[in-house]
C-alpha cells in the first residue's frame, strides 16, 4: 500500500510539477480569461475521470450541504462544477496576478463592508483577516495590495511541492507575505508581533489541521473548527473580520468583509467569548456556500475526516 502511494505522490508530482508551471505561462498570453476558463474545465473533467475518490468525498460534502443523498442528481452537477470551479479559481490567480493591478479591481461588481474593515484597522491593534477556502481568497491578496496593505497570510504548504513553489512566488508578486505552518503546531510569537505593530494577518478558518479545533454546528452537524485564530485574538486584543472573495455566474468578482469579532473576557469567560466568535463566523461562510455550494473547495471528508479517526 505504501509502495503505491508512493508511486502515486511521484506520478502526481510529475504532473503537476509541468502542469502547472506551463499553465501559468500560458496564462500569460491568454487575450481573455475566459478561454483559460475552458481549458481548466477541460482539466476537472478529466481529473474527475482519474481520481474518483476525490470526487467521492466532494459528493459526500455536496450532499451534507444541500440536505439530499449523494447519489441525487443535483448533488452529482453541484460536485463536478465545485471541481471545475476550483479549476477556473487557479486560472483567475494566474491570469490577474501577472497583470496590473487595475485589471483585477475592474472585475469587482461589489465590495461589501471595506467600511468595517477599515474601521478595525484604524484601532491600531492588527486585524486578523479570516477567510475559508470557499471562492477565490487569493484575489483579496490583490484587492489589498490596491489599497497599500500587505497581508500576512498563514498557510499550510500543499502536498505537491512544484504547486506551493508557483504559488508562493505569486502571492509575493501580489504583495502577500507567506507565513507557513505545519498543522501540528506552530509558535504564535512571529503572528503576536506582527499583530502588535499593527500588521493584517490573513487565516483559514475552515480546516483543523491540528485536530484539537472545537465542535461547531455547520450544515445541520457538529464538526471541528480550528481555535488557533481565536486564541491569536484572545492573545493579543486583535479583531477578527472575516472575509470572503466569490464569483457570480457572469464571472464577476464580489468581496464580503464581516463585522469585526472580538475576543473579550478574562481567562475564564475566553473560551464562551472564543465559541460565540466561532459560532459567528461559521453562520457567515455557512450562508456564503448555501448561495455558492460549488464554490467551497473541499477535497476530503470534511464531516467524517479519517485524520479524526485514528482510535
Not at 474518483?52 to 448533488?75: D, F, M, W
Amino acid at each position: 500500500m505504501q509502495t503505491k502511494l508512493k508511486v502515486l505522490d511521484l506520478f502526481y508530482g510529475v504532473v503537476f510539477g509541468s502542469l502547472f508551471p506551463l499553465f501559468h505561462f500560458a496564462a500569460r498570453s491568454f487575450a481573455r480569461r475566459e478561454r483559460g476558463h475552458d481549458i481548466a474545465d477541460q482539466i476537472a473533467n478529466a481529473f474527475m475521470d482519474v481520481q474518483p475518490r476525490y470526487l467521492e468525498a466532494i459528493l459526500a460534502n455536496t450532499a451534507q450541504v444541500v440536505g439530499l443523498k449523494p447519489t441525487h442528481p443535483l448533488v452529482d452537477r453541484t460536485a463536478r462544477d465545485m471541481v471545475r470551479q476550483h479549476a477556473r479559481a487557479w486560472v483567475d490567480f494566474f491570469f490577474y496576478g501577472q497583470r496590473p493591478v487595475e485589471a483585477a479591481l475592474t472585475q469587482f461588481a461589489n465590495i461589501e463592508g471595506m467600511d468595517r474593515f477599515d474601521a478595525a484597522m484604524a484601532e491600531g491593534k492588527g486585524v486578523i483577516l479570516l477567510t475559508a477556502h470557499a471562492g477565490n481568497f487569493e484575489l483579496g491578496g490583490i484587492l489589498l495590495r490596491s489599497r497599500n496593505l500587505k497581508v500576512h497570510a498563514v498557510y499550510k504548504p500543499d502536498h505537491f511541492e512544484a504547486v506551493e513553489r508557483l504559488r508562493e512566488g505569486m502571492r509575493a508578486q501580489g504583495g502577500v507575505v507567506g507565513i507557513p505552518v505545519d498543522g501540528v503546531g506552530f509558535s504564535t510569537l512571529p503572528l503576536v508581533k506582527l499583530l502588535r505593530e499593527g500588521a493584517l494577518v490573513g487565516m483559514q478558518g475552515d480546516r483543523d489541521f491540528s485536530l484539537n479545533g472545537v465542535p461547531v454546528p455547520f450544515f445541520g452537524r457538529e464538526v471541528p473548527f480550528p481555535r488557533g485564530p481565536w486564541e491569536l485574538a484572545a492573545m493579543t486584543g486583535a479583531p477578527i473580520v472575516t472575509s470572503f472573495f466569490y464569483t457570480d455566474e457572469d464571472r464577476h468578482f464580489h468581496a464580503h468583509f464581516g463585522e469585526p469579532i472580538r475576543v473579550l473576557g478574562g481567562r475564564g469567560e475566553r473560551q464562551a467569548s472564543i465559541e460565540t466568535g466561532m459560532r459567528a463566523y461559521v453562520a457567515d461562510l455557512e450562508a456564503l456556500i448555501r448561495r455558492h455550494p460549488s464554490q467551497w473547495y473541499c477535497f476530503y471528508p470534511f464531516w467524517d475526516d479519517p485524520a479524526r479517526n485514528t482510535s
